[in-house]
């Protein structure tokens, strides 16, 4: 087979064979092929779409390119999560801890952040000494131990992913859904869950902008997770405003925790309980929704999510105090408020944006080689349908450089959009695939 065929074929609107999808995930894989001809098939991909069996054929070329774990000798039924990216996403901190608190082993490998959406390892990484490396071995004894774990991607689990995403990263060609579909499936399946719950963002802050659009990806995965045999449901939530107040790393990390306690704002809980139950629900945990809910706010009260999110820090390596005492955790030098320009009520917020302004602060990277300042970002406890009056405070900024400051204070200003009429606050889910 030649790539330049395959190119000509995706570039002309044509359709893959299985035989060629194979082909071209195995040998990028081993290095055979150059990045550029890759990136050429990702662009024509991306313009010209696949069709359903492309896209499982993708899915599973991609998770046969590396180890495929079994988890089975450790843990009964393994249940994991998946985020398709967002502003201010600190869910994984909190449901993880809440689903193995109810007696359900989660072995989760997360991502660091993306583009203007922030990744759970660099949130954890604002504990002094936590460690996301570890071979399989320790990964299996951990959740044979506490029952979570929660590590950084392998080399050899769907190493393929690891390629195409860096090389979708810088070549515009992220935000496609058989290009999504595969690279989240092929982790989860690669990774041996038994079930998975996918939380599919739509909205100026996810990849994928309407509704519709969501629904699509979701289904998509949902069958390629049913027909592998896993119990696969995604649940399509809302990235038209950050999730929570918090975005940049150790100001999440502290959100979480307080969420863990009780605290938190609202809307972020709310997430944290569908999340968690319909995990709950797959894993056999409830028979119902309403039960699963139930379950996981207990945990919550009695103090036993919080404990296991300790234990799993102190089995990586983090300095416990911190968890313990969160004011621990890296401070900003500088930290200045946010005020309304006007009067009037929050019409819109551009989300992904507001990503960008923390990334320019320094809580992600806008090159490989940065490095995280997990200090930094904002506290925004501020939502569409909320009123201020002109010179009311709507959040503030955490930095370690005035310019930066004074820059991402301006960047807020303009990602948010004022109206004089009032505005229905938006909801934080938009449904369910199962
Ligand atoms: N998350 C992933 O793991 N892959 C994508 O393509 C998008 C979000």
Known sequence: MRMVDLIAIKRDGGELSTAEINWFITEYTTGSIPDYQVSALLMAIYLRDMNRRETVDLTMAIARSGDQLDLHDVAPFVVDKHSSGGVGDKTTL??????????????????????????????????????????????????????????????????????????????????????IAGSIMSKKLAAGADAIVLDVKVGSGAFMPTVEAAKELAQIMVNIGNDAGRKTAALISDMNQPLGNAIGNALEVKEAIDTLHGGGPQQFWAHVVDISAYMLLLA????????????????????????????????????????????????????????????????????????????????????????????????????????????????????????????ARAEIIEAIVWSDEPVAPLPHSYGVID
């Open 94 to 179: 909190v449901v993880q801890p809440i689903v193995a608190a109810c007696g359900v082993p989660v072995g989760k490998m997360s991502g660091r952040g993306l583009g203007s959406s922030g990744g759970t390892l660099d949130k954890m990484e604002s504990f002094t000494g936590w460690s996301c490396q570890m071979g399989l071995d320790q990964f299996k004894a951990q959740l044979a131990d506490i029952g979570l774990v929660l590590a950084g991607q392998t080399a050899k689990l769907a190493p393929a992913d690891g390629k195409l995403y860096a090389l979708r990263d810088v070549t515009g060609t992220v935000a496609s859904t058989p290009l």
């Open 284 to 407: 056999g945990k409830a028979t119902t929704i309403e039960e699963a809910k139930e379950l996981a706010s207990e945990v919550r009260e009695n103090g036993a999510a919080f404990q296991k999110f300790r234990e799993m820090v102190v089995a990586q390596g983090g300095d416990v105090r911190q968890v313990d005492d969160p004011s621990l955790l890296s401070q900003a030098r500088y930290v200045e408020p946010i005020l309304a320009p006007r009067t009037g009520t929050i019409a819109s917020m551009d989300t992904g944006e507001i990503g960008w302004s923390a990334v320019h602060l320094g809580a992600g990277r806008l090159v490989k080689t940065d490095k995280i300042d997990h200090a930094v970002g904002f506290v925004l406890p501020c939502a569409v349908g909320d009123s201020f009056k002109e010179g009311d405070e709507i959040g503030t900024v955490h930095a370690n450089d005035m310019d930066k400051l004074e820059k």
